[in-house]
């Protein structure tokens, strides 16, 4: 059964940086793409970033492109969000969740990890509890 924990959410200031991770079981990284997703109060969720955890290709949403950096350690099972020069936008509940590359969703996509950012809470079997990102001064 996979299951994921999050962690390093906090409250920081406008430009400041938090670290978040994504610690998995009940499954290895490989051949998975794993995301984060965020959900803030009135917003839809959205795909924040996503990486291949075979070959720790990335992708990112818009909004986040040159502020943060998803990287993944297979040794240890986890996956990393760096967020730096945060924003209030950024503000929300941030969740990892996991697809397989093989997976009927993402396999025929022209970009397997863009389409596994673009699923919805629903598509996922299983989530973590979440950590609480606010960006505020």
């Known amino acids: 059964q996979l299951q994921f924990v999050e962690s390093g959410g906090g409250l920081v200031q406008p430009g400041g940086s938090l670290r978040l991770s994504c610690a998995a079981s009940?499954?290895?990284?490989?051949?998975?793409?794993i995301g984060w997703f965020r959900q803030a109060p009135g917003k839809e969720h959205e795909g924040v970033s996503c990486?291949?955890?075979?070959?720790?290709?990335?992708y990112y949403t818009d909004s986040v492109k040159d502020r943060f950096t998803i990287t993944r350690d297979k040794v240890n099972n986890t996956v990393y969000l760096q967020m730096d020069n945060l924003k209030p936008e950024d503000t929300g509940v941030y969740y990892c969740?996991?697809?397989?590359?093989?997976?009927?969703?993402?396999?025929?996509?022209?970009?397997?990890?863009?389409?596994?950012?673009?699923?919805?809470?629903?598509?996922?079997?299983?989530w973590g509890q979440g950590t609480q990102v606010t960006v505020s001064l």
């Open positions: 990486i291949d955890g075979s070959d720790g290709s990335t």
């Open positions: 969740a996991a697809e397989s590359l093989f997976s009927a969703r993402v396999i025929f996509a022209p970009s397997p990890l863009e389409a596994t950012c673009a699923m919805t809470s629903s598509d996922f079997a299983s």
């Open positions: 009940g499954f290895g990284l490989d051949a998975r793409a």
